[in-house]
Nanobody, 115 residues
Framework: QVQLVESGGGLVQAGGSLRLSCAAS????????MGWYRQAPEKQRELVAT???????NYADSVKGRFTISRDNAKNTVYLQMNSLKPEDTAVYYC?????????WGQGTQVTVAS
């Protein structure tokens, strides 16, 4: 089992910044990739960004150039630096860990961007 605990969400004005953190614990060996997904009201959960254990990253087109994902393998923690936030970034952000045969999810953290 892998436990994921997110932190760092909140309310911010448009154009502002937030940094999300996700700490993994438990059976963290062989986690291939970690990432962030988000779900806005009445919308499907969507990928925001992922990072592999080797450091390769992938971003949704909507956040490229504004968001940066990073990972501290020693701390089993992944971060999402979000800059130039827009009202359409408002959602619950979920941390994800991919062990190949199973995905694990955090409880989610609310990000609200006021216009």
């Amino acid at each position: 089992q892998v436990q994921l605990v997110e932190s760092g969400g909140g309310l911010v004005q448009a154009g502002g910044s937030l940094r999300l953190s996700c700490a993994a614990s438990g059976s963290t060996f062989s986690i291939r990739a970690m990432g962030w997904y988000r779900q806005a009201p009445e919308k499907q959960r969507e990928l925001v960004a992922t990072i592999t254990s080797g450091g390769s990253t992938n971003y949704a087109d909507s956040v490229k150039g504004r968001f940066t994902i990073s990972r501290d393998n020693a701390k089993n923690t992944v971060y999402l630096q979000m800059n130039s936030l827009k009202p359409e970034d408002t959602a619950v952000y979920y941390c994800n860990a991919d062990k190949g045969y199973r995905y694990y999810w955090g409880q989610g953290t609310q990000v609200t961007v006021a216009s």
